[in-house]
């Protein structure tokens, strides 16, 4: 679902950027997490350690974010997480354990093991990190918004109607 699973933490020695994108110089032969034309650029320094992921790893990022918290939770039990999607955050794939609308904020968390293998834990906060979106999150949301501008098909627009309708009708106002 995501783009491939960090192997290990490798060293970033030089990028160098040109219209398509950009080439980077790292200490092993594998391809390094991130599209370059969404790293944090100003904010990296040369050496800098980064995961890095297999050949043929897919490479996308659909936006940034800040770390804004980081704390100890304890050891909660898997039964009181209601939210369970997916994020990919610096290339390592998490799941939700929490989701703020109102604050456009979101929480997951991070065993021991996950820790020492990708660098979000070892980041001060308020650095950017890259973002990555459960794809199938993303195609129900363009579907919806097709259909909510007319430009889904007549099937999905029937049946948003007649969601609507029956839910009317339930409560009395149709």
Sequence with gaps: MFTGLIQHLGTVASIEHDGGGCM???ADASPILG???RLHRGERRMPHRDGVRRT???RVVHGMARERDARADGSRRAEVFAVVGYVAIDGASLTLTTVNDMQRTFGVMLIKHTQEKITLSKKPLGAK???EVDMLGKFVEKSVQAALSGGGTSNLRAM???VVEDVLVEKGVV
């Design 24 to 26: 980077l110089a790292v």
């Design 35 to 37: 599209d370059c034309r």
């Design 56 to 58: 043929g790893a897919r």
């Design 129 to 131: 990190v890259n973002i």
């Design 160 to 162: 948003v109607e007649k």
